[in-house]
T-cell receptor, first 114, second 109 residues
Framework: EAGVVQSPRYKIIEKKQPVAFWCNPI?????LYWYLQNLGQGPELLIR????????DSQLPKDRFSAERLKGVDSTLKIQPAELGDSAVYLC????????????FGPGTRLTVT | QKEVEQNSGPLSVPEGAIASLNCTYS??????FFWYRQYSGKSPELIMS????GDKEDGRFTAQLNKASQYVSLLIRDSQPSDSATYLC?????????FGKGTRLHILP
């Protein structure tokens, strides 16, 4: 079974530039998450989707972050404009139906904002 | 008080010994508990889940849950160098998964 796919794996941008991350979950997984992880910290939830519906986006900084999951499969997370403090690893995870709390993570995108 | 607390370590354990990782949580309504392993530069991997008081064993791993004490632990028997990683405790509360900062485990050959 293929795992969660994310791209790009690494991204370096200058502050104030936009950036987008893409995620394709495990086939059949209807729950999708975007997390942010800083060094030495645990993952912090940004947004959770059940199919195409965002069921928890309370921690998403909506002034600069946006996300979409139009057909209930793959998803895109965007930051515009990026700030220095956005440098982190952005993790996508998915969960199977009926077990949304058991998460399978992708390899992550390491973002560096200069 | 942080919602999920773990000692950041590093915890150094000789190869072949039992590694004991601990986690406390602040909210009594927490429902389910998870342990993730994260190798350096990699993403977290779910290794254990536990939902009721007591012990749950899976191979060399045992998760222990005590809801009265708000305490969950992970025991790794016959520790191997490949067990060296950061172990993240996660708690399900109010439809939200909350992660601790993780404990770095170092198995000494």
């Amino acid at each position: 079974e293929a795992g969660v796919v994310q791209s790009p794996r690494y991204k370096i941008i200058e502050k104030k530039q936009p950036v987008a991350f893409w995620c394709n979950p495990i086939s059949g997984h209807n729950t999708l998450y975007w997390y942010l992880q800083n060094l030495g910290q645990g993952p912090e939830l940004l947004i959770r989707y059940e199919n195409e519906e965002a069921v928890d986006d309370s921690q998403l900084p909506k002034d600069r972050f946006s996300a979409e999951r139009l057909k209930g499969v793959d998803s895109t997370l965007k930051i515009q404009p990026a700030e220095l403090g956005d440098s982190a690893v952005y993790l996508c995870a998915s969960s199977p139906p009926g077990r949304w709390y058991e998460q399978y993570f992708g390899p992550g995108t390491r973002l560096t904002v200069t | 008080q942080k919602e999920v607390e773990q000692n950041s370590g590093p915890l150094s354990v000789p190869e072949g010994a039992i590694a004991s990782l601990n986690c406390t949580y602040s909210d009594r309504v927490s429902q389910s508990f998870f342990w993730y392993r994260q190798y350096s530069g990699k993403s977290p991997e779910l290794i254990m889940s536990i939902y009721s008081n007591g012990d749950k064993e899976d191979g060399r791993f045992t998760a222990q849950l005590n809801k009265a004490s708000q305490y969950v632990s992970l025991l790794i028997r016959d520790s191997q160098p490949s067990d060296s990683a950061t172990y993240l405790c996660a708690v399900l509360r109010d439809d939200k998964i909350i992660f601790g900062k993780g404990t770095r485990l170092h198995i000494l050959p």
